[in-house]
């Protein structure tokens, strides 16, 4: 597609399930990064896919929190038993993944999760 | 570990310039980024810097002195619509990854 995409655009939930984002990257990107934006602050890493390659999750807050990327392109992240403080903006992200220096991320509009 | 310091917030009068500055701490730098992000919105990209010295792109210039683990971000000639955060990025490939370490953003408040 022309950008990233992500859905749903927000998600309401009750503390204690569990929910699924997806992110759909542009083509052509290998790589994908998922971020944490809380209200007022600076984007935290939590995951990023390069290829084949085993993902750098070390930004993931908890074992509840996982990530998978099925066939080098859509990602779904997934936050069991959620609870209130992980009501954020879920940001993906996708790169060319050449590896090259000024390699820019293209950000997808996000989703807004509120875990009541 | 890394760090990344940048004021929490600024304001500036339309047609001013401001300065945003960016410090950073990290062991395996491997470029600055500079990103917008309006209200609401995703962040989108302003400027890259991986050597020494200024990059200019139109209204918007960014500097980078990597001795001193040092950034600013330049904005000439503001107008309204730069009211938005701007969030300082370092590209740290510690452990074979590239990935971006941000700061907390710089909310910019421009005023007629």
């Known amino acids: 597609g022309a950008g990233v995409s992500q859905s749903p655009s927000n998600k309401v939930t009750e503390k204690g399930k569990d929910v699924e984002l997806r992110c759909d990257p542009i083509?052509?990107?290998?790589?994908l990064y998922w971020y944490r934006q809380s209200l007022g602050q600076g984007l935290e890493f939590l995951i990023y896919?390069?290829?084949?390659?085993?993902?750098?999750k070390s930004g993931l807050p908890s074992d509840r929190f996982s990530a998978e990327r099925t066939g080098g392109s859509v990602s779904t992240l997934t936050i069991q038993r959620t609870q209130q403080e992980d009501s954020a903006v879920y940001l993906c992200?996708?790169?060319?993944?050449?590896?090259?220096?000024?390699?820019?991320?293209?950000f997808g509009p996000g989703t807004r999760l509120l875990v009541l | 570990g890394q760090n990344i310091d940048q004021p929490t917030e600024m304001t500036a009068t339309e047609g001013a310039i401001v300065q945003i500055n960016c410090t950073y701490q990290?062991?395996?730098?491997?470029?600055l980024f500079w990103y917008q992000q309006h209200a609401g919105e995703a962040p989108t990209f302003l400027s890259y810097?991986?050597?020494?010295g200024l990059e200019e792109k139109g209204r918007f210039s960014s500097f980078l002195s990597r001795s001193k683990g040092y950034s600013y971000l330049l904005l000439k000639e503001l107008q309204m619509k730069d009211s938005a955060s701007y969030l300082c990025?370092?590209?740290?490939?510690?452990?074979?990854?590239?990935?971006?370490?941000f700061g907390a953003g710089t909310r910019l408040a421009v005023h007629p």
């Open positions: 810097n991986v050597l020494d």
């Open positions: 896919f390069q290829g084949n390659s085993a993902p750098d």
């Open positions: 083509s052509g990107h290998t790589a």
């Open positions: 992200a996708s790169s060319l993944g050449g590896g090259l220096a000024g390699e820019t991320q293209y």
């Open positions: 990290t062991s395996g730098f491997n470029g």
């Open positions: 990025a370092v590209r740290d490939r510690t452990g074979g990854y590239n990935k971006l370490i």
